[in-house]
């Protein structure tokens, strides 16, 4: 009978852990309240655990201390959305416990279960019951009083909490009646059950496949340098560019990304206006090319076979690159100086956003860096830690434009050293506009957070979108293929026609104060789609100003705001 986890064993129950969430990520997705097409708790947790199982992969017969750094610190830079945040803090509390022993036994186990609850709540500024931050709780509750009572067998104590995690998870519609009502339980609950599940099995011996694929692990890796033969795994290194023949929109965009990440790794997607530049690393470039011409034609098609280039030529090539520059340099300048790096503002900004005209729109307000993502796709910590440090500035703001993102912004906050970081609790894109408009470069710090973080105060926001399943919420009866008009506290108004909606949404939105309403239309709108709603709107409030703007975003018809 084993009734202690060592390195090895907790190795191989993390991993088979990571592997059981990976594997109901969609389902897990489907639980989201909300009928919308980008349900993504289940991804978000997914390509968290999975950040860290990376590192822990490649970890061969790991002391406790190793293991450890590697789950809390993958988990951490990894995660993405509130979801993903909660369950790295969750990792990072339990690890912070058991790193310093050799073995786990089940008072141990049950005060790793204590911390990781501690620790989880305090990422969280206003902890909501009926989550998967309940049904932690709950089992932490009853590990602290199994191991009191004296309980001596590991397996039955997994077992146990197991049963009362289905027991909390099932009564998470009791606490959020919003879950009731569309008849689900908690996903971010529902996903760390499958992870605990999952790690049982490898507890119990169960044969598992704990090998990772690139495509588990989420690679983003984007070095083309050349490895020597015995690290690589594909041997061509294919690259070439789409002339896009149709819009490329985000789902094609991320739907592609996922196909080049199921025959091969070193994944480069960039996407830029009618073009778009790939790079891969596979053993097959015909399929890669192949499912390019899909998009449009294609040029500058180059297929090296890195397992046959040597090393000590390429750097060769490099020295003579690198000379031929600062001879050129030379002869402009008549002596050779180094880059001279941008200089270095008191203030930048980084915004997370999504179409090509909201990202020009940041732009042209002075935000330095944006992060591609938002509804669609939540980044990760790290994505927004890299964001940062790219701005040079001795303070950086960060707007993360969406509810589901400030937590990874706020994990972030703490992960960069050599520079300030202020989080402004950004929940949607016109927030985020709202808030670098107000910015004023006169003031200090402080004075710019006080301000910016008021004025987002007045800013409604509505968004129309589809809805991809029959449900219930907020008493409001949902078909699949509805239009939603979703506001800052839930659905304002549904229906079959979409103009309805919008008006219907406005109308929910607009009181006395309001004097602007920005309208910002998505990439399946037309510009003579957007004007008709402007109009309409316009004659039904004369007395505001109103905007419209092409976002060019996926999936959302219309974001609008009110203020």
């Given at each position: 009978?084993?009734?202690?986890?060592?390195?090895?064993?907790?190795?191989?129950?993390?991993?088979?852990?990571?592997?059981?969430?990976?594997?109901?990520?969609?389902?897990?997705?489907?639980?989201?309240?909300?009928?919308?097409?980008?349900?993504?708790?289940?991804?978000?947790?997914?390509?968290?655990?999975?950040?860290?199982?990376?590192?822990?992969?490649?970890?061969?017969?790991?002391?406790?201390?190793?293991?450890?750094?590697?789950?809390?610190?993958?988990?951490?830079?990894?995660?993405?959305?509130?979801?993903?945040?909660?369950?790295?803090?969750?990792?990072?509390?339990?690890?912070?416990?058991?790193?310093?022993?050799?073995?786990?036994?089940?008072?141990?186990?049950?005060?790793?279960?204590?911390?990781?609850?501690?620790?989880?709540?305090?990422?969280?500024?206003?902890?909501?019951?009926?989550?998967?931050?309940?049904?932690?709780?709950?089992?932490?509750?009853?590990?602290?009083?199994?191991?009191?009572?004296?309980?001596?067998?590991?397996?039955?104590?997994?077992?146990?909490?197991?049963?009362?995690?289905?027991?909390?998870?099932?009564?998470?519609?009791?606490?959020?009646?919003?879950?009731?009502?569309?008849?689900?339980?908690?996903?971010?609950?529902?996903?760390?059950?499958?992870?605990?599940?999952?790690?049982?099995?490898?507890?119990?011996?169960?044969?598992?496949?704990?090998?990772?694929?690139?495509?588990?692990?989420?690679?983003?890796?984007?070095?083309?340098?050349?490895?020597?033969?015995?690290?690589?795994?594909?041997?061509?290194?294919?690259?070439?560019?789409?002339?896009?023949?149709?819009?490329?929109?985000?789902?094609?965009?991320?739907?592609?990304?996922?196909?080049?990440?199921?025959?091969?790794?070193?994944?480069?997607?960039?996407?830029?206006?009618?073009?778009?530049?790939?790079?891969?690393?596979?053993?097959?470039?015909?399929?890669?090319?192949?499912?390019?011409?899909?998009?449009?034609?294609?040029?500058?098609?180059?297929?090296?076979?890195?397992?046959?280039?040597?090393?000590?030529?390429?750097?060769?090539?490099?020295?003579?690159?690198?000379?031929?520059?600062?001879?050129?340099?030379?002869?402009?300048?008549?002596?050779?100086?180094?880059?001279?790096?941008?200089?270095?503002?008191?203030?930048?900004?980084?915004?997370?956003?999504?179409?090509?005209?909201?990202?020009?729109?940041?732009?042209?307000?002075?935000?330095?860096?944006?992060?591609?993502?938002?509804?669609?796709?939540?980044?990760?910590?790290?994505?927004?830690?890299?964001?940062?440090?790219?701005?040079?500035?001795?303070?950086?703001?960060?707007?993360?434009?969406?509810?589901?993102?400030?937590?990874?912004?706020?994990?972030?906050?703490?992960?960069?050293?050599?520079?300030?970081?202020?989080?402004?609790?950004?929940?949607?894109?016109?927030?985020?506009?709202?808030?670098?408009?107000?910015?004023?470069?006169?003031?200090?710090?402080e004075d710019n957070t006080d301000a910016m973080t008021e004025e987002i105060g007045h800013v409604k926001t509505g968004e129309v979108t589809y809805a991809v399943r029959d449900t219930v919420i907020d008493d409001k009866e949902i078909r699949q293929g509805d239009f939603m008009g979703i506001g800052d506290s839930g659905i304002l108004a549904v229906g079959a026609d979409m103009d309805k909606v919008v008006n219907d949404m406005v109308a929910e939105m607009v009181d006395d104060d309001t004097e602007l309403i920005s309208i910002y239309y998505g990439e399946d709108v037309t510009e003579e789609d957007a004007a008709r709603v402007a109009d309409a709107i316009k004659e039904q409030y004369s007395g505001c100003d109103v905007e419209v703007q092409m976002g060019g975003q996926p999936i959302y018809y219309y974001i609008i705001s009110a203020e």
């Amino acid at each position: 009978m084993v009734n202690t986890i060592d390195s090895l064993l907790l190795q191989k129950m993390f991993l088979a852990g990571a592997k059981s969430l990976e594997s109901k990520k969609e389902w897990i997705n489907e639980l989201n309240v909300f009928p919308v097409p980008d349900g993504d708790t289940g991804t978000n947790m997914t390509m968290t655990i999975m950040s860290a199982a990376g590192e822990v992969v490649k970890l061969q017969q790991p002391e406790m201390p190793e293991l450890c750094k590697a789950i809390s610190s993958g988990s951490l830079r990894g995660a993405r959305g509130n979801s993903g945040v909660i369950l790295s803090q969750l990792l990072r509390g339990f690890t912070k416990a058991v790193k310093e022993s050799e073995e786990i036994d089940i008072d141990l186990m049950a005060t790793a279960c204590e911390k990781a609850v501690e620790s989880a709540y305090k990422a969280v500024m206003k902890p909501k019951e009926g989550t998967i931050l309940t049904v932690a709780k709950g089992i932490s509750l009853k590990a602290r009083a199994l191991a009191d009572e004296g309980c001596d067998n590991m397996q039955v104590f997994i077992e146990e909490l197991i049963k009362e995690g289905d027991l909390v998870l099932s009564q998470t519609p009791e606490l959020l009646p919003v879950l009731k009502q569309a008849g689900v339980v908690d996903s971010g609950g529902q996903g760390l059950m499958e992870a605990i599940r999952g790690a049982y099995d490898a507890f119990m011996g169960k044969e598992i496949d704990y090998s990772l694929d690139d495509k588990s692990k989420g690679s983003s890796e984007s070095s083309t340098t050349v490895s020597k033969e015995a690290d690589i795994k594909y041997g061509y290194c294919t690259e070439f560019i789409i002339m896009l023949n149709k819009n490329f929109n985000i789902k094609q965009e991320m739907d592609f990304k996922a196909y080049l990440e199921s025959i091969g790794d070193s994944i480069v997607v960039v996407a830029d206006d009618n073009i778009v530049k790939v790079h891969v690393h596979t053993d097959d470039p015909g399929m890669a090319i192949q499912k390019g011409l899909f998009f449009g034609q294609l040029s500058n098609i180059k297929i090296d076979n890195m397992r046959l280039e040597n090393l000590e030529k390429i750097h060769k090539e490099e020295a003579k690159v690198e000379e031929a520059l600062k001879a050129q340099a030379a002869e402009s300048n008549n002596e050779v100086s180094e880059p001279v790096p941008a200089e270095k503002k008191p203030y930048g900004f980084v915004a997370v956003s999504v179409g090509a005209g909201l990202d020009e729109i940041f732009g042209s307000l002075g935000v330095d860096t944006i992060i591609s993502g938002g509804q669609t796709m939540n980044p990760s910590t790290e994505d927004i830690v890299n964001a940062i440090k790219g701005v040079n500035a001795d303070t950086v703001f960060v707007l993360p434009n969406n509810k589901n993102i400030i937590l990874a912004a706020n994990q972030a906050q703490y992960l960069v050293e050599d520079k300030t970081v202020v989080v402004i609790p950004t929940k949607t894109i016109a927030q985020g506009i709202t808030a670098i408009i107000n910015f004023v470069p006169d003031l200090s710090v402080e004075d710019n957070t006080d301000a910016m973080t008021e004025e987002i105060g007045h800013v409604k926001t509505g968004e129309v979108t589809y809805a991809v399943r029959d449900t219930v919420i907020d008493d409001k009866e949902i078909r699949q293929g509805d239009f939603m008009g979703i506001g800052d506290s839930g659905i304002l108004a549904v229906g079959a026609d979409m103009d309805k909606v919008v008006n219907d949404m406005v109308a929910e939105m607009v009181d006395d104060d309001t004097e602007l309403i920005s309208i910002y239309y998505g990439e399946d709108v037309t510009e003579e789609d957007a004007a008709r709603v402007a109009d309409a709107i316009k004659e039904q409030y004369s007395g505001c100003d109103v905007e419209v703007q092409m976002g060019g975003q996926p999936i959302y018809y219309y974001i609008i705001s009110a203020e």
